[in-house]
């Protein structure tokens, strides 16, 4: 009877010891558990603390970012407008360039027709480049030369197959030809009107002049 309650006394002994056992590691569990959750909390405060100025620079760069972007979108439209302005003053400086080169176009082929039409005139005049032409040229010019060598004589000495005595009389009769006639008349005749002396200047003056020149 005392064996089967000590037997059973141990059993219960044993009982509490396993007992004891599990809770003191459940405790243990619980404290280890307890220790790492602080540590946790720990480092996640450690870590937001971390994040504040990691988002705050986070902020800062978006709105440095969205500046960036409006002054982008900006410049995009500035740069389209002077592509614009560009493309108009190109298009202007086009158009002036086309009308003036249309001007001066139109001025030369004036000017061409112009020229054609006085090579077209002159044209006729070719012939005066062949040989025949320029003898003849030659020939007018010689003739030219002579008769002023004659008009120089002339102007020199108009009479020059007259001697002294009858150039002295031509001149007496240019001078006053009424008064030469009476002078010359005999006493009594009448005084004619005819003018023989005149008509042999001109045969002399006649004679001066050379062959080919009479008009």
């Known amino acids: 009877m005392a ?5 059973t006394a141990v059993r219960n002994f044993q009982h509490v010891n396993q007992m004891v056992e599990r809770y003191t590691r459940l405790c243990r569990a619980y404290v280890t558990l307890a220790e790492r959750f602080h540590q946790l909390d720990v480092d996640h405060m450690t870590l937001k ?6 988002l705050k620079a986070l902020k800062a760069h978006q709105a440095k970012l969205k500046a960036v972007e409006a002054e982008k979108t900006e410049l995009q439209v500035t740069l389209q407008q002077q592509q614009v302005q560009i493309q108009t003053m190109l298009d202007q400086q086009e158009a002036q360039h086309r009308q003036e080169l249309q001007q001066l176009t139109q001025t030369y ?3 061409l027709q112009a020229l054609a039409s006085h090579v077209a005139e002159l044209q006729p005049l070719e012939q005066l480049l062949n040989t025949e032409t ?4 030659s020939v007018a010019e010689e003739q030219i030369e002579l008769v002023e060598t004659t008009l120089q004589e002339m102007e020199q000495d108009s009479s020059p197959d007259l001697s002294g005595e009858e150039k002295a009389l031509l ?3 240019q001078s006053d030809p ?5 002078a010359a008349a005999p006493v009594g005749s009448a005084v004619e009107t ?3 002396v005149a008509s042999l ?6 004679e001066k002049i050379p062959e080919g020149c009479e008009a």
């Open 3 to 7: 064996t089967d309650r000590l037997e």
């Open 49 to 54: 603390g971390q994040m504040v100025p990691l």
């Open 109 to 111: 082929e004036a000017k």
């Open 134 to 137: 320029n003898h003849e040229l």
């Open 171 to 173: 001149a007496a009769y």
């Open 178 to 182: 009424q008064a030469f006639l009476v």
């Open 194 to 196: 005819e003018e023989p």
């Open 201 to 206: 200047w001109h045969y002399y003056y006649d």
